[in-house]
């Protein structure tokens, strides 16, 4: 939904229409999206939000941000930035300020800014061709470890000052990534050698969440198994002869219960 402060205009979705020549030249996924604004440069002094439904950040995942835009404004100045809410839009923080490459760059230079002091994506991380229909949607990723168990709202805030209008902020595709693993999966290793000392202990170092396992199969040269040397837990003592397997493959067996662990 929108909240708008601010401003003659606010958020659009539509079509892009750039034969006025502001603006991408088509979206690269949809036929629809969100922006600031369609059809012509954005209006001066405009402080105007996009917010998102909620999201359920899982506990203990891998999960990401990401935002597929295209930008393009007077640098430094005017910009957009996102926003998080770990209340429903009670209070908002700004989001992803630390995490490197996100933004384009920090905005220092108006202190009347919302947006001072911290991370505004403007176009200026691609200068020359921030302004053409022809360059490519950027995609944005950032981190949310920090909020998971947690149900959050991001909201896309927009900001120019009186002077300088340019192209607009165009929004694609934007939520949360979260990785989902097979329940079960191996990894087999080249062929290992024997030393002169023969065959010592494997070992791993590893992370094993509660939920998740890891045991090992130790197979002959050939691939074929080993009798008795099949779901070992490591460290395992390879108390077989050299002479007779001078060469072993060793594959490692990963499982879990829970597909948003691994």
């Not at 597929?68 to 998080?84: K, L, S």
Request: charge should be negative; proline fraction near 4%.
């Amino acid at each position: 939904y929108l909240h708008h402060d601010s401003g003659a205009a606010t958020w659009e979705q539509g079509a892009v229409d750039s034969s006025g020549g502001f603006g991408p030249i088509s979206w690269p996924t949809h036929s629809s999206g969100v922006a600031m604004d369609l059809d012509g440069d954005y209006e001066q002094n405009t402080w105007t939000h996009l917010i998102s439904p909620s999201f359920d950040v899982p506990s203990n995942s891998s999960s990401r941000f990401r935002i597929d835009h295209w930008i393009c404004t007077e640098a430094a100045w005017d910009g957009g930035a996102v926003f998080i809410s770990e209340n429903d839009g009670i209070t908002w923080q700004h989001f992803a300020d630390g995490q490197s490459g996100f933004y384009d760059q920090i905005s220092y230079v108006n202190s009347f800014s919302p947006f001072f002091n911290h991370g505004i994506f403007d176009g200026s991380s691609d200068p020359a061709n921030c302004s053409s229909e022809t360059k490519p949607f950027t995609t944005s990723i950032a981190g949310l470890d920090s909020y998971s168990g947690k149900e959050v709202r991001f909201r896309y805030s927009f900001f120019s000052d009186t002077y300088v209008e340019s192209d607009g902020w165009y929004i694609d595709a934007t939520g949360i990534q979260t990785d989902r693993h097979g329940l079960s999966g191996s990894w087999t290793s080249p062929v290992t050698e024997v030393d002169e000392m023969g065959w010592g202990t494997l070992s791993a170092l590893a992370y094993l969440p509660l939920g998740t396992s890891l045991t090992v199969d130790v197979l002959a040269a050939d691939g074929v198994e080993i009798e008795g040397w099949q779901d070992q837990t490591l460290p395992l003592a390879i108390e077989i002869s050299a002479i007779e397997h001078p060469r072993l493959i060793f594959r490692l067996n990963l499982a879990t219960t829970d597909e948003l662990l691994t």
